[in-house]
Nanobody
Framework: QVQLVESGGGLVQAGGSLRLSCAAS????????MGWYRQAPEKKRELVAT???????NYADSVKGRFTISRDNAKNTVYLQMNSLKPEDTAVYYC??????????????WGQGTQVTVSS
């Protein structure tokens, strides 16, 4: 009953920028923390950034100063602005959200993932 739909991935040259979006829809009462994760082939999924309902942010050391996470509560959407991209940023990026439904059930939902490829 809850879905997260991602968009904005693609191919970019090193040093370029991309902006990812993830919109949540369905039986949503409230959204607490939202975040972005990424996973390269045969590697573990790793945290990129999180943002609380109060807009407190946290970033992985590898992206600090380059990536910015934000959210639009009116649209139930989280964004990831990625600047100064490096080839090592290449991965499938997944958004997630800690959501409470109108049935008072909380769960962490995941998006389907969007591919980001950074060329040298």
């Amino acid at each position: 009953q809850v879905q997260l739909v991602e968009s904005g991935g693609g191919l970019v040259q090193a040093g370029g920028s991309l902006r990812l979006s993830c919109a949540a829809s369905g039986s949503i009462f409230s959204i607490n923390t939202m975040g972005w994760y990424r996973q390269a082939p045969e590697k573990k999924r790793e945290l990129v950034a999180t943002i609380t309902s109060g807009r407190t942010t946290n970033y992985a050391d590898s992206v600090k100063g380059r990536f910015t996470i934000s959210r639009d509560n009116a649209k139930n959407t989280v964004y990831l602005q990625m600047n100064s991209l490096k080839p090592e940023d290449t991965a499938v990026y997944y958004c997630n959200a800690d959501i409470r439904t109108f049935r008072s059930l909380s769960y962490v939902f995941w998006g389907q993932g969007t591919q980001v490829t950074v060329s040298s």
